[in-house]
């Protein structure tokens, strides 16, 4: 812990970290210690771990990287947190992100962006942009992201880590701050698939606090052991899986570089025994106007909260009460975030409701069902995370919805609710030598377990 504190203070130039508070990590490392000594050490004990700052923690200020909750303290913890100290992990503090997990890059931060560690003139990704950030530069053994269209998935891609967004449901949302509830997820990003596994297994499970949580599914863990115990010895353990290949994953848009980092990924599992099969996920780019009217739907209903009366910021001066309402909203959300409220607060108008929100939810079903019919030809699909590599810092300044656009291939697994993880598969090629390249393998409902496993044969 006390390493991890001086490498945080070493590079607080990436601007990973939000909070860190170095005696309470201590005093957190020194009873692990004493849990160690007393021959009473759980599977994380006194492993260092990172928040995003959207799990609530009453040690650490929680402000979802908004003004609108920059001095907040939560009178509780999360239940992801308090499931990983119970297993014995150290809290190094809070991570930035982008405000309210809205956005791509962690460009979005009220506290300034996050640099990618491989190449500090690129976005590191995001929403969970400091989470990726913070274990490529070696800041924490693991951090927490939550992936709500590709918040995990997408930073680790871009930094070079591995992330897993396990099954809707299987991860507790109590104490998450909310963005869109019926798509938020938590996950864990860390070096390999090896170092996710206890920190997910550790993370998941049910919780009668979220109404979503899901209540009998196998542990991860359990689900990693029976995908390993139907693996081969030898040089071809994957033997027998069929790995789904979507052509709408490879079609325009997509980069060469990241193409042929993801090919050569996809011949490396042919070596290892599995077997391609071409799939088709035909309403692949129907899934980025689906997620942008249900995303800022459920947005501007749980932002509503925010109303400067019971928490959060409010203006120093106003007139009425709806004048404080509208002036601390003004102030304390930045512009992505009003234009999601706007753009969720249009679509579930009365008029508008059956044009563009009911439409949507349609369109949700559609792509489940896609999901399912290809899963039902193949085991697992794999296909690159992001169509490009990391960008240029403030490359989208002038355009937010190119940065929705690069979501691609990260929003139907959110509207379907599925797990999918991100595995560091190679890099970009000339000028972007140095930005790494994420291969997604997603598997089908509570399997997370078996894309672990799959994926620890990869790396
Ligand atoms: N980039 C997507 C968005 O801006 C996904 C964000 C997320 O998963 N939290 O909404």
Redesign the pocket.
Known sequence: AQSALDAIAARASLNAFLHVDAELTLAQARAADARIAAGQAGPLTGVPIAHKDVFVTRGWRTTAASKMLGQYVSPFDAAVVERLEAAGAVSLGKLNC?EF????GNENSAFGPVLNPWDNTAVPG???GGSAAAVAAGLAVATTG???????R?PAALCGVSGIKPTYGSVSRFGMVA??SS??QAGPLAASAADLLPVLDAMAGFDARDATSHQSHATVQAQYDAARAGMQEGAQPLAGLRIGVPAEYFGEGLAADVAQAVEAALQEFEKLGAQRVAISLPRTDLAIPA??VI?PAEASSNLSRYDGVRYGHRTASYGNLEDMTSRSRAEGFGP?VQR?ILIGAYVLSHGYYDAYYLQAQRLRRMIADDFQRALGQCDVIMGPVTPTVAKDLGENRDDPTA??LA?IY??GV?LAGLPAMSVPCGFGQGAHARRPVGLQIIGNYFQEGRLLAIAERFQ
């Not at 939550?146 to 995990?152: H, L």
């Open positions: 982008d997990a809205m956005g791509s995001g929403s969970s939550t992936d709500t269209g590709g918040s995990v997408q963005f869109g798509l938020d997620y942008y995303a992505e999601r940065d929705w979501d990260t929003l959110s």
